[in-house]
Antibody
Framework: QVQLVQSGAEVQKPGASVKVSCKASGYTFVGFAISWVRQAPGQGLEWMGWTSTYTGNTNYAQKLQDRVTMTTDASTTTAYMELRSLRSDDTAIYYC????????????WGQGTLVTVSS | IVLTQSPGTLSLSPGERATLSCRASQSTSDYLAWYQQKPGQAPRLLIFGASTRVAGIPDRFSGSGSGTDFTLIISRLEPEDFAIYYCQHYGGPPITFGQGTRLEIK
């Protein structure tokens, strides 16, 4: 069965960086893009960007493009999201999600990784 | 594309019919999905292409609409349906989500 398993919770100081991993299994990794979505406490969903697992091409949300990098490693079927220059308003649950084929939305999601930014 | 969901909160009883709305600031070309999120859980895809139900989703969930106006209907609410529902435009980038409708037990 398709699974996306994310790394554990992180606590970081303002100005630091965080790198969240998303290990995929149960399907052909290279066939599907991976997107990242975050959710601040008590708030809605915010799309951060996505990356092609085939070409490595990325597309980031404009507000984050100077601070975020998304990568994938096909040899370990793992996607990564790194966010730099952390601020308190980056405190959120970060989700990876598989982008479904042929316009089917985000069909599988990781369990989420809580990133807390606090001095 | 900005998505506006209404109402913000919907209070209904089990067995009743729920109607959730999602309006787009411009045409989404039907790249419109609906997600359900329960506390402490990741979102779950219910509907894509505005009206196609994901395999395994009960048929009491139905989506409709096109262009800029979309609706999610839950025909007869079950206790497990009380959650937050988000619409999403995935025809981008960018991808956008509505702000969510909280469906609560009356």
């Amino acid at each position: 069965q398709v699974q996306l398993v994310q790394s554990g919770a992180e606590v970081q100081k303002p100005g630091a960086s965080v790198k969240v991993s998303c290990k995929a299994s149960g399907y052909t990794f290279v066939g599907f893009a991976i997107s990242w979505v975050r959710q601040a406490p008590g708030q809605g969903l915010e799309w951060m960007g996505w990356t092609s697992t085939y070409t490595g091409n990325t597309n980031y949300a404009q507000k984050l493009q100077d601070r975020v990098t998304m990568t994938t490693d096909a040899s370990t079927t793992t996607a990564y999201m790194e966010l730099r220059s952390l601020r308190s308003d980056d405190t959120a649950i970060y989700y990876c999600a598989r982008v479904g084929k042929a316009g089917t939305g985000f069909d599988y999601w990781g369990q989420g990784t809580l990133v807390t930014v606090s001095s | 594309i900005v998505l506006t969901q209404s109402p913000g909160t919907l209070s209904l009883s089990p067995g009743e019919r729920a109607t959730l709305s999602c309006r787009a600031s411009q045409s989404t070309s039907d790249y419109l999905a609906w997600y359900q999120q329960k506390p402490g859980q990741a979102p779950r895809l219910l509907i894509f292409g505005a009206s196609t139900r994901v395999a395994g989703i009960p048929d009491r969930f139905s989506g409709s609409g096109s262009g800029t106006d979309f609706t999610l209907i839950i025909s007869r609410l079950e206790p497990e349906d009380f959650a937050i529902y988000y619409c999403q435009h995935y025809g981008g980038p960018p991808i956008t989500f509505g702000q969510g409708t909280r469906l609560e037990i009356k």
